[in-house]
């Protein structure tokens, strides 16, 4: 069977994708989790003082911010990529696979830190733009949030940008194809942990109890109404019980019941109403069997929105570099989150997506012990980033 051909990508980045694809590897090998990030950050930050870069290190615990600059202008852009891996048991069986049992880059996130890695060398070589460049390095994506670390570490006030960039692969899209969705692109996500308290009691007398998973279980039926009867028809909401945990024997009804959700949403306003609509049916329902309900909603990342502008730049640099057929028509928005919100909601920017590739290439989902980023996609991912900050920058 023939290679496949080669993807779009400038020349000088072609140069180094071998050493950019073992970079890649490497880290994939050495993963690390939520702001443990260690060795990554070092490697990174070896090698943007390697090629020039001012580095700033700490902010967000692991994060790694270089800054370039060139030309005579004060325009200031930030592009970002994420660190961390995952607490999952890579079943890959690549050579490269992880080498940490219990932990994988199941999200390709090694491949999004060896993106911007290669495009910084070629900005240091090169420097064909006018104004200031900060990469960002973030750590902690997968659900605690750096980049609500860095911004609360001061961010912002210590490296200003009028916009900030960010690039995620997308399995099942052809590979290096992208995608740029404008407006709400991904959905919040927050966690709801409810409490059910009842009167424990034995099976065979009910009647002198209050059972908990009674109550729980009409929550979670009744929890299924809010986006059939709460939620405005055209506006995409999800509320899933993902977990209940109540009682160990079977003739005993337990005083408690446990109920874990997950809560998603495309719009501000709708994910407001959730959260109202699970505090009062959770405690109402809890209430006709006679038990209380605790409600814990825990808002951990907001809707991505994609500023109009700066998406469609993003959209006409790839026009101009690739034509048109390198955008996917039709994009729609995506159910998972990404805490490149956060930023989002201080400065203007876009996030997009490449194409990790279809079927036995790179069309394995994300979180799935089988991962792995594909390589192919790593030189077009950093020819984009160079032709988006030369165009930003001009």
């Known amino acids: 069977m023939n290679a496949p051909l080669p993807l779009p990508a400038l020349d000088a980045i072609r140069a180094h994708e071998d050493e950019m694809v073992a970079l890649r590897r490497q880290i994939h090998g050495n993963p690390e989790l939520a702001f443990e990030e260690h060795a990554t950050a070092d490697l990174v930050a070896e090698r943007l003082q390697r090629w020039g870069f001012e580095v700033h290190r700490g902010l967000g615990k692991t994060g790694v911010v270089g800054t370039l600059r060139a030309g005579s202008s004060d325009r200031r852009i930030g592009l970002r990529a994420d660190m961390d891996a995952l607490p999952i048991a890579e079943t890959s069986g690549k050579p490269w696979a992880s080498k940490v049992f219990g932990k994988m880059h ?59 960039f960010g690039m995620h692969n997308m399995p099942g899209k052809p590979a290096g194809k992208f995608v740029a969705v404008p407006g709400y692109a991904m959905a919040s996500a927050d966690t709801c942990i409810v409490k059910v308290r009842g009167v424990g009691g034995h099976g065979a007398i009910p009647h002198k109890a209050v059972d908990a998973i009674v109550a729980a279980s009409s929550i979670v039926m009744a929890l299924q109404t809010i986006v059939s009867r709460n939620v405005d028809p055209l ?22 019941a446990e109920l874990r959700l997950t809560v998603r949403a495309f719009r501000p306003e709708v994910r407001d109403l959730l959260e109202q609509r699970i505090g009062e049916i959770a405690r109402t329902q809890a209430a006709v069997y006679g ?31 690739l034509g048109g057929e390198a955008l996917v028509a039709d994009a729609e928005p995506v159910g998972g989150s990404e805490d490149f919100a956060f930023f989002l909601e201080k400065v203007p920017g876009c996030y997009v997506f490449i194409g990790n590739g279809e079927g036995t290439e790179g069309g394995c989902m994300v979180h799935n012990a089988g991962y792995d980023f594909n390589d192919r996609v790593l030189s077009t991912g950093a020819s984009y980033w160079v032709k988006l900050a030369e165009a930003w920058l001009r």
């Open 291 to 321: 038990a209380t309900a605790e409600v814990d909603y825990i808002r951990r990342y907001p809707v991505l929105n994609n500023h109009p502008e700066p998406t469609e730049f993003c959209k006409q640099v790839i026009r101009d570099w």
């Open 106 to 164: 199941a999200c390709g996130h090694d491949g999004h830190t060896a993106m911007l890695l290669s495009a910084a060398r070629h900005f240091a070589a090169t420097r064909n733009f006018d104004g200031i460049l900060h990469l960002v390095f973030q750590p902690a994506e997968e659900g605690l949030g750096g980049a609500r670390q860095m911004l609360e570490d001061g961010f912002l006030e210590l490296f200003p940008c009028d916009a900030m």
């Open 235 to 256: 506006h995409t909401a999800i509320v899933s019980v993902g977990a209940f945990h109540s009682g160990e024997a079977p003739n005993v009804l337990p005083q408690e």
